[in-house]
């Protein structure tokens, strides 16, 4: 009979709540908790985590129901090429859930907590096309509107209201200084939350700005590390190995790395010890990630499904593909202001991370969410070399694949925010690509044109 996870056998004893997390998924559990569980101060620092999900009515979860009845232990797989590293991960302490307002509120007030972290994707900060909050959004202001009509004992589900009702919280508590430290692939991260923060503030409360001045801290961070859905063969594999049945286990790859800037208000594990580099200017690392990692992520979750590919490896495993690849490079690398010999390495590293056989990194997971994605991983360099009289050909070729994606080929739309863009694909497709260019700010004739003719290449080409 398989073991179930749990403290007095597994692990070690759980450490003090010092860390919430929101956005408690696979990602979070394969990096910032990994870092926090091999900190050397580990044994100081637990990480409440709640799920990340806005539904009132939250949807079953085998992963939640296991990190409940595990008491927050897990299995992380490092899957290595020759074979598979496993161990049990103890530092998040707790777990709740997402509509327990009443943990959310009380953890808030706890001056011992000091640390907020998210990864509840770039959709999950309801940003509007400008950058700021989306007052325009209903689900946010029917959250915002409860905190301000002082109703602060029902739950909200968007991201930004949460934030700002812990901090009438912990304001109210009088419990100091904390520190929100987004964890997202989105540039400047950090200021990103703050602006939403601050506008939720003012409108529920504007005397709350005041105090976030003077007690809250904004960390921005470049986070890294591929992490698939773990499969049926994953778990069936790791619980012949260990003897422990994980509805809870996480896979990832060997290959990580945390980048944070910013002042932290009320201390922080030392992730240092495990490698984590805490610089004055993020941007080069942020964008050396953002454009050749995430971009490159979505050109074959786009292009490479449409000819039949599933996986990342299975995607530059096909040399069309790969030559598809590294022309978006080519461009993309025009942009970030690192050396090029640091790049070249870079591109080398990340060639071997994708042709690792072992991984089996979906596409369909990685195309989710493409109009939050697309405006900020592709669309800069476009604009860029347009501005140097350049057509990014191998930035336009993603463009063209998120196209064909709107239209139905490849991976299936999975977008929170593709309700405007839909539309602009119903007729044909020429009509199509210069709907969805305008959209993006890209109504320029001679992009409309190379993304058409990327189009037509790639749709004549499908599986």
Not at 183 to 188: F, Q, S, V, W
Not at 204 to 221: E, M, P, R, Y
Not at 293 to 317: F, K, Q
Request: hydrophobic share 40%.
């Amino acid at each position: 009979m398989s073991a179930t996870l749990n403290r007095a056998e597994y692990g070690r004893p759980a450490a003090p709540i010092r860390i919430i997390h929101l956005g408690i998924g696979n990602f979070t559990r394969a990096h910032q908790a990994w870092y926090t569980e091999h900190a050397s101060d580990a044994d100081e620092w637990g990480i409440a985590g709640f799920p990340g999900r806005t539904t009132l009515v939250p949807r079953p979860s085998p992963r939640d129901d296991a990190l409940d009845a595990q008491d927050g232990l897990y299995q992380l797989v490092i899957k290595n090429a020759e074979g598979d590293q496993v161990e049990v991960i103890s530092s998040v302490s707790a777990t709740f859930r997402s509509h327990d307002i009443t943990s959310w509120v009380e953890l808030f007030a706890d001056p011992n907590v000091a640390i907020v972290t998210s990864t509840i994707t770039e959709a999950g900060y309801c940003r509007d096309k400008d950058g700021n909050l989306d007052l325009g959004n209903p689900d946010v202001i029917a959250d915002l509107d409860k905190l301000r009509a002082g109703r602060l004992d029902v739950p909200v589900f968007t991201g930004p209201a949460k934030f700002v009702r812990g901090l009438l919280a912990r304001r109210q508590a009088e419990a100091g200084p904390i520190t929100f430290v987004p964890c997202d692939n989105i540039p400047n991260n950090g200021e990103m939350a703050e602006r939403v923060i601050r506008q939720g503030a003012e409108y529920v409360d504007a005397t709350l700005l005041d105090w976030i001045d003077a007690n809250v801290g904004f960390v921005t961070t470049m986070v890294d590390r591929i992490t698939p859905r773990a499969t049926d063969d994953d778990r069936e594999r790791v619980e012949a190995a260990t003897g422990i049945e994980d509805p809870g286990l996480v896979v990832t790859e060997p290959f990580t790395e945390w980048v944070l800037a910013g002042e932290f208000k009320a201390g922080r594990p030392h992730w240092e010890s495990m490698g984590a580099a805490f610089v004055d200017d993020i941007v080069p690392h942020e964008l050396r990630k953002l454009y050749l990692l995430n971009g490159s992520h979505s050109l074959m979750a786009y292009c490479a499904s449409v000819i039949g590919r599933t996986t990342v490896y299975e995607a530059i495993s096909d040399p069309r593909v790969r030559g598809w690849v590294e022309q978006w490079w080519d461009d993309a690398v025009t942009q970030v202001p690192l050396p090029a010999e640091e790049l070249d390495a870079y591109r080398a590293s990340l060639l071997e991370r994708f042709g690792n056989p072992r991984m089996k990194d979906q596409l369909a997971r990685i195309a989710m969410d493409g109009s939050q994605k697309l405006p900020i991983r592709i669309v800069p360099t476009i604009k860029a070399l347009l501005g140097q009289g350049i057509v990014a050909k191998g930035a336009t070729r993603a463009v063209a694949g998120w196209v064909l994606h709107l239209r139905g080929l490849g991976a299936p739309v999975d977008d929170a925010g593709a309700a405007p863009v839909l539309p602009l694909v119903a007729g044909d497709l020429a009509s199509s690509v210069r709907g969805v260019c305008g959209w993006l700010g890209l109504d320029d004739d001679r992009v409309v044109a190379a993304v058409l003719e990327h189009a037509e290449e790639l749709e004549a080409s499908r599986a």
